[in-house]
């Protein structure tokens, strides 16, 4: 499995949005909605905040939004926040039972 | 409140085995998928196995097919992982999770660090 690619880096002021990307093929990311995003704090657990492509799980803020067009999933959080800088990752599945990450990003709130 | 334990991480040598286990608690363990999923140092997320509520299914990733076996005991809620023929690249944080199916992973432990080395 080759694992998807994500900017190593993005950054953004306070109150304003940023966007990552997640590129794959059309092997995964392109033919499956099984997109989901996770946010990791240094030293702490990833904690899943999309899933499916576009949906949040209960208690995520509805400033994270995900969305899909052909093979690249892009994560959005709007109105960045201090507590926002973290590590994210994609992932996808892609097929015949193997699921792939992103490389992560890492996001910084200038 | 969903919780999730592993534990038996440590160091092993090259060419050895170790077996991590995860305790669960707070959810009906024996009606979800559970994954592992690992992190080398400084390195990004990478899938490793996962494995169906009743231990019927199981898969891994290409890395450690063959090498790893996951396994489960839905009465003792627990979650395992045998790791054999251990390679210094298998050096990483063993996150155990819960799987509400396509690695929709929506609870995790704190993880337990597996070294590999000499």
């Known amino acids: 499995q080759s694992a998807l690619t994500q900017p190593p880096s993005a950054s953004g002021s306070p109150g304003q949005p940023v966007t990552i990307s997640c590129t794959g093929s059309?092997?995964?990311?392109?033919?499956?909605?099984?997109v989901s995003w996770f946010r990791q704090h240094p030293g702490k657990a990833p904690k899943l905040i999309i899933y499916?492509?576009?949906k949040r799980p209960s208690g995520v803020p509805d400033r994270f939004s995900g969305s899909k067009s052909g093979n690249t999933a892009s994560l959005t959080v709007s109105g960045l926040q201090a507590e926002d800088e973290a590590d994210y990752y994609c992932?996808?599945?892609?097929?015949?039972?193997?699921?792939?990450f992103g490389g992560g990003t890492k996001l910084t709130v200038l | 409140e969903v919780q999730l334990v592993e534990s038996g991480g440590g160091l092993v040598q090259p060419g050895g085995s170790l077996r991590l286990s995860c305790a669960a608690s707070?959810?009906?363990?024996?009606?979800?998928?559970m994954s592992w999923v690992r992190q080398a140092p400084g390195k990004g997320l990478e899938w490793v196995a996962n494995?169906?509520?009743?231990?019927?299914?199981?898969y891994y990733g290409d890395s450690v097919k063959g090498r790893f076996t996951v396994s489960r005991d839905n009465a003792d809620h627990s979650l395992y992982l045998q790791m054999n023929s251990l390679r210094p690249d298998d050096t990483a944080v063993y996150y155990c999770?819960?799987?509400?199916?396509?690695?929709?992973?929506?609870?995790w432990g704190q993880g337990t660090l597996v070294t590999v080395s000499s």
């Open positions: 999770a819960r799987d509400q199916g396509y690695l929709l992973l929506d609870y």
């Open positions: 707070g959810f009906t363990f024996s009606t979800f998928w």
């Open positions: 494995i169906k509520h009743d231990g019927s299914e199981k």
């Open positions: 059309g092997s995964d990311v392109g033919v499956y909605n099984y």
């Open positions: 499916e492509v576009n």
């Open positions: 992932s996808s599945y892609a097929g015949s039972n193997n699921w792939v």
